[in-house]
């Protein structure tokens, strides 16, 4: 329940008394804005948590506009940009009106600032989180006047900083290869991270940052910066570094305004989305377990619940499904221990049967030919097996050779004179999601295999291409370039109706892998396909990079068929079970494919992960060596229960030289005070763990000195049994779990 508190101005003694100054605090961190009736409204501070005498002695503190409008000092940096009615660009935001608001969980101000020259109101809102280091800023506008006006940039936030070195953190990449590590000084200049994909702001950066405001970023120390926007449509995080007056290093988050002028109708109010921040005076670990945290608590559909181990049929049989083939994979699984199984595309289409990417997206129906028994087919035998049933749609899009398609040509995104470009397949099209009749389909997508199929557990939604023709055959000519925006409201309010439809369904996320990787959707989904890279070695790296921001519950991870589909590598079966049980644990093949051997791996490597899920779903997480580091020949991260009485550790041996240096991993976030039991997790051979099976080690002991897993870096002989899962030198790793004593 919200409640609006009267106007509470905190009047700092340190500070000239007509300045009326708002502080909002997390545990840790606090806000400072000065707010004057009639004046600019000033941003003061931001850091670890102050008081008036504080703040206003700190190096941090300083007076810089807070949310400055192009108008009044023209060569500066500006968060908005507004073109009014008259064709005025010019604009002169005041502050009228602060409001406290506090709730269950948050405190915070809305700053009311307003135009003295045209009908134009920016409601700026900063919240703080009561039990995290957690702040989120964003910016409504609103339109009082009659007439539409353009919105030309309408950032949600802007932070200044004050640093004497500043450093950046920020994931980049591309299809199978998302979420790439990237740490490197924030040189002077601007630097932008943002997307312009239209439908999916993952591809290339993610809209994710932290910010080393003295000196390089480290894990354990530093103060450091975290920002993420959540927003499902195109990002711009925007780094000045001018220096230009002495200013502070301006963070200029929200919508990228490229191409995306944005006509607001008289009476109307656009919110612009939520950026995330937190900061932590002791590295960027404390910033990913803050961020982990808030998500899991207060921001992902679900965040808290226990998510199952599942088998995806995609990479074992494509497009080429049968019921035979569903039914064997669902028989091998559940004997593995599996708990859910999904069939993924390939399964549906009428007229035009889907056997490739070339035709029947829009055709929701049974493939009769290739599941004689239909889905309830499937289902039965499910639920026969004891597994949960899951199906694959990509319901935003149709394809040309489809009856939707034939029905409905003007359903889909592209300009009206001349001809489209299109995606996947050279057939697929993005539906028209402004369009209220496409938005009925694809709520109606959901809804209808859930009436038809009330069984089912778990949906993947897909979304494979680009919004190659950002062109509306439904918006009228004025509106065109609310498109990139309008869209993604329009996909709010669809995923708003299926979630009041269906709130227990589980909704995986997926855009060729991680294309959508992005707070923006969390709401709505539980859990993010992470990348369709499933190299396990390759997945390291990716998964290393997403845990900077997002919890390893959310972020999907499968052990593949023994050999990579896209790397062709062979890496054995323990290494592969031991990268994907750092996140959410599933598989992606088929299990017939495996050998005894690795199916009884694979039978101990389940049970396993289903005992410490609970750690690993829901723990902290702590970061102990780094795979983007040194020789890039080890990782290790853990994670620990927040009464640090259990905690599971991963350590990976990446690639293999010899007479390689022991590692000494150094342990963290444990109790100092206490002593743990250490017990390997699935051992490569049964019943041969690793000598510090069994030891029992104080905390403060394994945080300061660490051990030594020597066995890391062996090599083994040729002498192993042949098919021995320790033959492939190259990979290694180890799971110890940790019991407080
Ligand atoms: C995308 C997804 C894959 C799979 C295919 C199906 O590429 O990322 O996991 O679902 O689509 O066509």
């Known amino acids: 329940m919200k409640k609006i508190l009267v106007l509470l101005p905190l009047l700092f003694a340190a500070v000239a008394v007509e300045a009326k100054n708002y502080i909002v605090s997390t545990p840790n961190t606090s806000l400072v804005i000065t707010a004057d009736e009639g004046k600019p409204l000033y941003f003061r501070y931001y850091g670890t948590k102050a008081s008036s005498d504080d703040v206003f002695s700190s190096h941090r503190s300083m007076k810089y506009q807070a949310y400055r409008s192009f108008g009044t000092r023209c060569d500066a940096p500006y968060a908005c940009l507004v073109k009014h009615a008259d064709g005025d660009n010019a604009t002169n935001l005041v502050v009228r009106n602060v409001e406290s608001r506090e709730d269950d969980t948050t405190t915070g101000l809305v700053v009311t600032l307003e135009d003295t020259a045209h009908p134009l109101t920016v409601r700026l809102h900063y919240v703080a989180y009561k039990d995290c280091d957690v702040m989120k800023f964003h910016a409504d506008y609103v339109n009082n006047g009659k007439k539409p006006v353009v919105l030309q940039k309408y950032m949600s936030a802007v932070l200044p900083v004050k640093s004497q070195e500043c450093w950046l953190l920020h994931l980049n990449g591309d299809h199978g290869n998302e979420c790439n590590e990237n740490i490197e000084p924030l040189g002077e200049g601007i630097k932008i991270i943002s997307s312009r994909d239209g439908g999916r702001n993952s591809v290339g950066s993610n809209a994710a940052f932290m910010l080393g405001t003295d000196g390089k970023i480290e894990e354990t120390e530093g103060n450091v910066i975290g920002g993420v926007l959540s927003w499902t449509g195109n990002t711009y995080i925007e780094f000045i570094n001018t220096r230009q007056n002495g200013d502070p290093i301006l963070i200029l988050a929200g919508i990228n305004p490229e191409a995306s002028d944005y006509t607001l109708d008289g009476g109307k109010t656009l919110e612009t989305p939520e950026m995330v921040f937190s900061y932590s005076t002791s590295g960027k670990g404390q910033v990913s377990r803050n961020l982990h945290y808030w998500a899991r608590h207060h921001h992902v559909l679900d965040g808290t619940s226990m998510r199952h181990v599942l088998l995806n049929s995609w990479e074992g049989v494509h497009f080429d499904v049968s019921q035979e083939g569903m039914n064997e994979m669902m028989k091998d699984f559940s004997a593995l221990g599996g708990e859910m199984f999904v069939m993924d595309d390939g399964w549906f289409g009428g007229k035009y049967p889907r056997n490739d990417g070339t035709t029947s997206l829009g055709d929701w129906c049974v493939a009769k030919d290739k599941l004689p028994e239909g889905v309830d087919g499937l289902i039965r035998f499910a639920t026969d097996k004891n597994l949960k049933f899951g199906i694959w749609i990509e319901p935003e899009m149709v394809n040309t050779k489809s009856e939707l398609y034939e029905k409905h040509p003007d359903w889909v995104l592209r300009h009206e004179s001349f001809d489209p470009t299109y995606g996947r397949g050279k057939t697929q099209l993005l539906l028209d999601l402004t369009n209220p009749k496409v938005q009925d389909f694809v709520f109606g997508v959901v809804d209808n295999l859930m009436k038809s199929y009330p069984e089912i557990a778990y949906i993947k939604w897909d979304h494979n291409m680009s919004m190659l023709n950002a062109s509306s055959l439904y918006l009228p000519k004025s509106k065109q370039s609310n498109l990139y925006v309008d869209y993604h409201l329009a996909l709010k309010s669809i995923l708003e109706r299926v979630r009041a439809a269906y709130p227990d369904l589980i909704i995986q996320l997926c855009s060729a892998g991680g294309f959508r990787l992005n707070y923006g959707y969390m709401p709505y989904f539980q859990e993010v396909w ?114 640090k009485s259990h905690a599971v550790l991963f350590a990976y041996r990446t690639i293999l030289f010899r007479h390689m240096p022991d590692k000494i991993i150094k342990l963290q976030g444990l109790d100092p005070e206490r002593k743990y039991l250490i017990r390997e997790v699935c051992p490569e051979v049964e019943g041969k763990p690793l000598p510090i099976d069994g030891k029992v080690v104080s905390g403060r002991f394994l945080m300061e000195e660490g051990i030594v897993l020597k066995d890391l870096n062996k090599a083994y002989s040729r002498t192993q049994p042949f098919n021995d899962i320790r033959e492939m030198n190259d990979y290694k790793s180890f799971v110890l779990e940790l019991i407080a004593q």
């Open 530 to 643: 992470t990348s369709d890279q499933t190299d396990a070695l390759h997945r390291l790296y990716i998964q290393w990079g997403a845990l900077d921001f997002y919890p390893s519950n959310i972020l999907a991870a499968h052990v593949c068929s023994p050999r990579n589909k896209y790397t062709q590598r062979e890496i054995p079966v323990k290494f592969r079970f031991d990268v994907a049980s750092m996140c959410r644990l599933g598989m992606e093949m088929v299990p017939a494919q495996l050998t005894d051997a690795e199916k009884a791996y694979a039978t101990r490597a389940i049970a396993e992960y289903k005992r410490l899920r609970g750690t690993i779903q829901q723990g902290d997480l702590y970061k102990l060596v780094s795979p983007y580091e040194g020789n890039r020949d080890y990782a290790s991260l853990m994670y620990v229960d927040g009464d």
